[in-house]
C-alpha cells in the first residue's frame, strides 16, 4: 500500500513562497500517480495539480495562473509542490493523493496523507 507524508506548510504573507513535499513509500512506486489537492473551510475539495504514473520531472498543475509547480522526483520518492505569490485563497489544508491508475482520482478509493496546513495571511 502507498504511504504518503507530506511536509512544508505554514503561514506566509500574500506575494510570497512556500514549498510543500510528499514523501511517498510503498511497492510499484513508478505506477502510482500522484496528485496535490487541497480543501479550504466551507469548499469543496480542490485538485491543484496531478503527477501522472509515467511523468517524470515537472508535471502539470490544474489552472492555478502559472503560480504553482509541481515536480515529482521518483529518485528521492518525493513530490514537490511550489506555491509562487500566495494569494489569499490559497489557504487550505493541501494533501497528497496516490491513484494505481494513468491520473489522479482523488476520492475514497485513492491513498492520501494526513495534510499540511497552508496559510496566507498579512
Known amino acids: 500500500q502507498l504511504q504518503l507524508v507530506e511536509s512544508g506548510g505554514g503561514s506566509v504573507q500574500p506575494g510570497g513562497s512556500l514549498r510543500l513535499s510528499c514523501l511517498f513509500s510503498?511497492?510499484?512506486?513508478?505506477?502510482?500517480?500522484l496528485g496535490w489537492f487541497r480543501q479550504a473551510p466551507g469548499k469543496e475539495r480542490e485538485r491543484v495539480a496531478c503527477a501522472s504514473s509515467y511523468v517524470r520531472g515537472r508535471a502539470d498543475t490544474d489552472s492555478m495562473n502559472g503560480r504553482f509547480t509541481v515536480f515529482r522526483d521518483n529518485a528521492k520518492n518525493i513530490l514537490y509542490l511550489e506555491i509562487e505569490n500566495a494569494e489569499p485563497e490559497d489557504t487550505a489544508v493541501y494533501r497528497c493523493s496516490g491513484d494505481f491508475a494513468y491520473t489522479c482520482l482523488g476520492n475514497d478509493e485513492s491513498a492520501w496523507g494526513p495534510g499540511t496546513q497552508v496559510t496566507v495571511s498579512t
Open positions: 510503498g511497492p510499484t512506486l513508478d505506477r502510482w500517480s
